[in-house]
């Protein structure tokens, strides 16, 4: 099956400060989406991106399938932006996405 | 877009006993999913609920360890059966139509 490889695995910032992280993937893909879990579990749709650029506050997303990466930006982060980032991506026929690893965040006031 | 809401939030349980968890979605949808999301972990899916027949389940999960319930377009059950510790775990029913995937809040269960 596809695999999916998330980047960094762990992030520590300081309040203010911009990030990027990276989704990488081996195949094809329908769709890819990028997720907020937040420390209480829930998971927070961001990002429904297979392609192209899109920007939501201080949040925005590029996805180059043709390249099979996609990055997510976070600009001025806040201690709200806590949590880990998950990339899940579907391949083919498939409704069932398949999730990377995830990017631990931890942002210090 | 899809609401669902997912009941219990969480959960400590006695092992060897067993959970029910819900989920209502506000709108009807052909496929629904379960996962499981062990600590620190990412998200395996345990089974495709399919409504009117049984639910597929994925390689490493059993029927009667998580038996589920998809009694119309709109519900599910999930329940966790002869609990142990290493049930212990974050639980999410799932969402997907023909783009974006949608989750409950997740059960954080505990199992003592």
């Known amino acids: 099956g596809i695999q999916v490889e998330q980047s960094p695995p762990d992030l520590i910032l300081q309040e203010g400060a911009n990030s990027t992280l990276r989704c990488n993937f081996s195949d094809s893909v329908n769709n890819l989406q990028w997720f907020h879990q937040n420390p209480w579990g829930q998971l927070i749709n961001l990002f429904y991106i297979p392609s192209g650029t899109k920007q939501n506050g201080r949040l925005s997303a590029t996805t180059v399938a043709t390249e099979r990466y996609s990055l997510l930006y976070i600009s001025s982060s806040q201690t709200t932006d806590s949590g880990v980032y998950f990339c899940?991506?579907?391949?083919?026929?498939?409704?069932?996405?398949?999730f990377g690893r995830g990017t631990s965040l931890i942002v210090h006031p | 877009s899809a609401v669902i809401s997912q009941k219990p939030s969480r959960d400590i349980c006695q092992r060897g006993t067993s959970l029910t968890i819900q989920c209502q979605v506000d709108s009807q949808v052909t496929m629904m999913f379960w996962y499981r999301q062990q600590p620190g972990q990412s998200l395996t899916l345990i089974a495709t609920?399919?409504?009117?027949?049984?639910?597929?389940?994925e390689s490493g999960f059993v029927i009667d360890k998580f038996p589920i319930s998809r009694p119309n377009l709109t519900f599910s059950t999930l329940t966790v059966s002869n609990m142990s510790p290493e049930d212990s775990s974050i639980y999410l029913c799932s969402v997907s139509g023909y783009a974006e995937a949608f989750f409950g809040q997740g059960t954080r269960l505990t199992v003592v």
């Open positions: 899940a991506v579907e391949t083919g026929g498939s409704y069932i996405p398949t």
């Open positions: 609920a399919n409504q009117g027949s049984e639910a597929t389940y």
